[in-house]
């Protein structure tokens, strides 16, 4: 029996999920004007608000690009891991796997674009109860790589321990 190729469901989650981030992006930056409104935002919900925020590093506020020197190295290093994750997706069997990793592409080619045209990556999306945020100011790119990167995780383990069970009983 001839393996399932899931190299089409892959590469339609990533450029989706690429179309989507910029959508939104291209939205709060001009029909929504975000950047003039400052930290006051647009309230959706008591616990989410739209906040513009230029994310000149990488996940978590790590590796700050203060330079062009600085900022063209990240872009390079985010290019370095997005070809590493498209490689794996290409190769991936698993049909779940293969989505999650076109999450993790879509989310990376995102944030690169932004990179690469502006000097810094913008984020967005302001999750919070009260004063808490249990995230820092995000955008749907870094949404899909969590998200992505958290299926991988699951997934893992998850068949891990059943393949281990498995063994056992055997």
Do not use: C
Not at 81 to 87: A, D, K, L, P, R
Not at 100 to 110: P, R, S, Y
Not at 111 to 128: K, T
């Amino acid at each position: 029996m001839a393996a399932v190729n899931h190299r089409p469901l892959g590469l339609t989650v990533a450029i989706v999920t690429l179309a989507l981030d910029q959508l939104i992006k291209y939205t709060v930056t001009y029909p929504l004007a975000l950047k003039s409104r400052m930290d006051e935002g647009i309230e959706i919900l008591p616990i989410f608000r739209l906040r513009w925020l230029e994310n000149r590093g990488v996940s978590m506020g790590f590796f700050h690009a203060d330079t062009d020197m600085m900022r063209w190295v990240l872009v390079g290093m985010t290019m370095l891991i997005s070809t590493f994750v498209g490689v794996w997706m290409w190769r991936e069997k698993a049909r779940q796997d293969v989505a999650a990793l076109g999450l993790v592409l879509g989310g990376a080619i995102g944030n690169i674009v932004d990179r690469v045209r502006l000097g810094y990556v913008i984020d967005y999306a302001d999750l919070h109860f009260g004063e808490w945020r249990p995230f820092l100011i995000f955008n749907l790119a870094d949404a899909a790589i969590t998200i992505g990167v958290l299926i991988l995780l699951a997934r893992a383990l998850l068949l891990r321990e059943k393949g281990a069970k498995t063994e056992s009983l055997n």
